[in-house]
Each structure stands twice: as structure tokens, then as C-alpha cells.
């Protein structure tokens, strides 16, 4: 996958968000990549990264989705999607893929957001709208269950307002349960001190806490 | 009892009563029982609670069930899909009840109901809007959710293989909630694209005892 753009000058495209992920998840680590745009971290670990990733449906080292003949309808993901098995694959039903989740045996999982608060809260399931129909999925359970929680999302809605927020105003899928978020303009820690900066692309720290509504913290400080 | 081999999907089916809650296995397609479910809509049970892990996909399956007006409430952890448009039509008109629930504590609901445990605490959805009502306890510094048991009337699941004594065999990610319901409901339906012979199954990769399986027929289209 060719990056969107050069890391580490501009703001990041979805396609980089999800390298810089990759780059973070350490060899051999048993990790579940949520639905929708985390899916592109799969496409940036190295095959000899040893990462086992984890499926909600009920299978360990899943493959890369599958096409043409290698499509079967009994083998998808998480969204549905045909995808393949690896060499040491293994599958299990639904109570045991999830006692995995809540038992603290997955290392990382990778999931999307509509807010993260300056706490860890999640929000990431229901835009609380009257009209919308409320799904779930496996997200509350990923959400309190894996042991390290990585957000991958735009650091602002296209209407410019802030997802890194003080407190969530979305329905929360999970409390205190993110440890970092990857955007498209910084990496963030969420640590018992507060919000802190990894590394920006882009923008300094003092440019981002000009348009968070939140305190931030300069790595190193 | 010993498992009941029936020659079609119809007599699987035969006697789900009016009011029922049926376990309906799959996951997306996957290992969703079809003709099962094509059968009870011929046989016209109605007013059924409907526990899944979705809430129908396009016009076939458990979304032909739904489009007849046979389901009464819902309960699955993700009924929006982009191909879920009957059962959206239902819920926005007001015509079905849905109950969300968090899709490991809809699992291990079932479970806990199949296993005879009364009840469990669930760090799931603590805090959460799904947690609501619920009664709540700090079990080492940490909130858990009080979460019942699902139990069914009735379970229609697919498997791959059955042998003539009801023990299953799942292939790849269609296994999902299939092993989970058949332990969970009081009549046990299973639908399977090849019935073999009592003894070919090898003993260590069967995953649904046949202890647990009331019925089985197989695939009309296998």
C-alpha cells in the first residue's frame, strides 16, 4: 500500500494512520482490528510480523479478505467480508471468541470512534440520534476486554469539531478504556496525568491545544 | 433421547408453538440456518421472540421471517446493516420490539442458560446506556453488569456434518453461535448439508455432543 502522503510533515491520510499503527504492534501479538477503516492496519504488518489477528466470528490468524475462487461463504470477518485463513488458523464459537476479548488474552485492539474523551471514555457505537437504529456489535466487549485499547480516527469531524473531547457527549461504549489514539494530525496517550502528545504530523502542540478543548500534555514534560 | 432424523425441513420444524423464543444461529449468512427458517414460516408460528446475532440480511432467512410479520421483538447485538432494510422498515414503523445487547454478553447469556448458572456480573457495557436498569456491583475496583440467561424455546441452527446420532461438526467461521444455542433451548434443530454414519465422525473434533441435538435434518439443496 503506497502511503498517502510523507509521514511526519502533513496531516496523515487514512492509509498512514493505519502504517503508523502497524508500526506499534509489536511482534507476535494477538490483535483484533474493529470494522471499517482499522481493517487497513492488516494491509501494513509485514508478513514476518508474527501478528495474529483475531476475528470476533470466531477464528485466530485470520488472512487477507479473499477473491475470486478462494471466496467461501462459511469464512468472513467481522464485517462480513470473505476473507482467508493463515497457516495455524483456528476457529471457535462466539462464547469462547469473546471469553478471549473479556478474559484479557487479546493484546491490542483497533477500533474507529466518534469521540474519545481526555478520560478514555468511547464512544464508537450510536450517534444517540431519535432516528437511529442502535447495533452494538462486539464493541463493548473489545472495548473493556483487550488490553491495550488504539482508536484510529480523524482528530476532527468534517464539520471541523473536536473528537478528542473533555468529556463525551455521544453514548459511551466503554469508560476509561482507550490507551492511545492515532489521527490524522497526532498520536495522543491517555495517561493517569492527563492527554499526552506523542508526535504530531504537522501541526505543533501549541496549534492542537488552540483547537482541542482540553489540556495537552508535550511528550518528554 | 435420541436424535430424531426427519426427512425434511418441515418436519424439523413441526410443532414450534404460537409465543416461542427461537435461538436462530448465524452470523451475516453464515451459518444461518435457511431452510430451517423457510420452514417455520411455512409452518406459521407467529408472535416469536427472535434472538440472533443480526436481525436479517436482504430478503432471505431470518429477514423473510421478519417481512411476514411473525416476530414480535428482536434480540440481537447488530440489526443496521447495509442490506438490513426489512428489518429497519419494521422497527421504524414501530411494528417490532428490539433488546440490544453487547454481542459476547448475548454469547454468554446463552451460555450461562445451556451451563444451569443463574445469572453472571459482566464488565461489559458498564456505564453504558445498555446497562441501564441493570443492577450493578465493584468486583476488584472494577464495575460489572448483572446479566441473565437467554434460554430458548426452540434453536435452528447449520451445521456442516451430523452423524446418525446428532453429533455436529461446524466448518470455518460459519461455527459461530451455533455450538452456544444448541446447548441453550429446549427443543434443538439442527440443519446440516450431510448426514454420515454413527462412527464417522472422529470423537475429538465433534463440537456439538449430540446430547444437546433434539433434530436434525439435512440440506434439500446439499
Redesign the interface.
Known amino acids: 500500500m503506497t502511503p498517502d502522503r510523507p509521514a511526519g510533515q502533513t496531516a496523515l491520510g487514512k492509509h498512514d494512520i493505519a502504517a503508523r499503527i502497524a508500526r506499534d504492534i509489536p511482534h507476535g501479538a494477538f490483535v483484533n482490528l474493529g470494522i471499517g477503516q482499522p481493517t487497513l492496519v492488516a494491509d501494513h504488518l509485514p508478513a514476518d510480523a508474527g501478528v495474529v489477528l483475531h476475528?470476533?466470528?470466531?477464528?485466530l490468524n485470520m488472512g487477507p479478505a479473499a477473491q475470486g475462487d478462494a471466496i467461501?461463504?462459511?469464512?468472513?470477518n467481522a464485517g462480513?467480508i470473505p476473507v482467508t485463513?493463515l497457516p495455524g488458523a483456528a476457529?471457535?464459537?462466539?462464547?469462547d471468541?469473546?471469553?478471549m476479548?473479556?478474559g484479557g488474552h487479546l493484546d491490542i485492539c483497533v477500533l474507529g470512534a466518534f469521540q474519545v474523551s481526555a478520560s478514555g471514555d468511547l464512544a464508537n457505537w450510536?450517534t444517540g440520534a431519535p432516528?437511529a437504529?442502535?447495533?452494538?456489535?462486539?464493541?463493548?466487549?473489545l472495548a473493556?476486554?483487550a488490553k491495550k485499547v488504539f482508536v484510529m480516527m480523524t482528530l476532527f469531524t468534517k464539520t471541523g469539531a473536536p473528537k478528542l473531547v473533555s468529556e463525551c457527549t455521544y453514548?459511551?461504549?466503554?469508560?476509561a478504556c482507550v490507551d492511545r489514539v492515532y489521527t490524522d494530525l497526532a498520536v495522543f496517550d491517555i495517561t493517569p496525568r492527563g492527554v499526552v502528545v506523542r508526535e504530531t504530523f504537522g501541526p505543533t502542540v501549541d496549534d492542537l491545544a488552540g483547537r482541542l478543548d482540553l489540556p495537552l500534555i508535550p511528550a518528554g514534560d | 433421547m435420541a436424535v430424531q432424523l426427519c426427512a425434511d425441513a418441515d418436519e424439523a420444524v413441526a410443532g414450534v408453538q404460537d409465543g416461542s423464543t427461537v435461538l436462530i444461529g448465524g452470523?451475516?449468512?453464515?451459518?444461518m440456518p435457511v431452510e430451517l427458517i423457510d420452514a417455520l414460516i411455512r409452518q406459521g408460528a407467529t408472535d416469536l421472540t427472535v434472538v440472533s446475532?443480526n436481525a436479517g440480511n436482504g430478503d432471505t432467512g431470518l429477514a423473510a421471517l421478519l417481512a411476514k410479520g411473525r416476530v414480535r421483538k428482536v434480540v440481537c447485538?447488530?440489526?443496521?446493516?447495509s442490506d438490513s432494510y426489512v428489518f429497519?422498515e419494521l422497527?421504524?414503523a414501530g411494528k417490532i420490539e428490539?433488546e440490544?445487547?453487547?454481542?459476547?454478553?448475548?454469547?454468554?447469556r446463552?451460555?450461562a442458560a445451556g451451563a444451569g448458572i443463574g445469572a453472571f456480573f459482566?464488565?461489559?457495557?458498564?456505564?453504558?446506556?445498555?446497562a441501564e436498569g441493570k443492577e450493578i456491583r465493584v468486583i476488584d475496583g472494577r464495575?460489572h453488569v448483572l446479566e441473565y440467561p437467554i434460554k430458548g424455546d426452540v434453536a435452528l441452527i447449520g451445521a456442516?456434518r451430523a452423524d446418525r446420532m446428532g453429533n455436529l461438526v461446524?466448518?470455518?467461521?460459519?461455527?459461530?453461535?451455533?455450538?452456544?444455542m444448541a446447548t441453550a433451548a429446549t427443543t434443538v434443530i439442527a440443519q446440516v448439508r450431510e448426514v454420515v454414519d454413527t462412527g464417522a465422525l472422529d470423537p475429538e473434533s465433534v463440537?456439538t455432543p449430540s446430547i444437546y441435538v433434539d433434530r436434525v435434518v439435512q440440506e434439500a439443496s446439499a
Request: charged share 20%.
Open positions: 476475528t470476533e466470528n470466531g477464528m467461501d461463504p462459511d469464512l468472513t462480513k485463513e476457529y471457535f464459537h462466539h462464547a471468541s469473546f471469553a476479548m473479556r450510536h432516528d437504529i442502535p447495533a452494538v456489535g462486539g464493541a463493548m466487549d473493556i476486554g453514548p459511551l461504549t466503554g469508560l | 452470523f451475516g449468512m453464515a451459518g446475532n447485538s447488530f440489526p443496521r446493516q429497519d422497527y421504524r428490539l440490544v445487547v453487547p454481542q459476547g454478553s448475548l454469547a454468554e446463552m451460555r459482566c464488565p461489559t457495557g458498564a456505564g453504558t446506556l445498555l464495575t456442516h461446524y466448518r470455518k467461521t460459519a461455527r459461530n453461535f451455533g455450538p452456544v463440537v
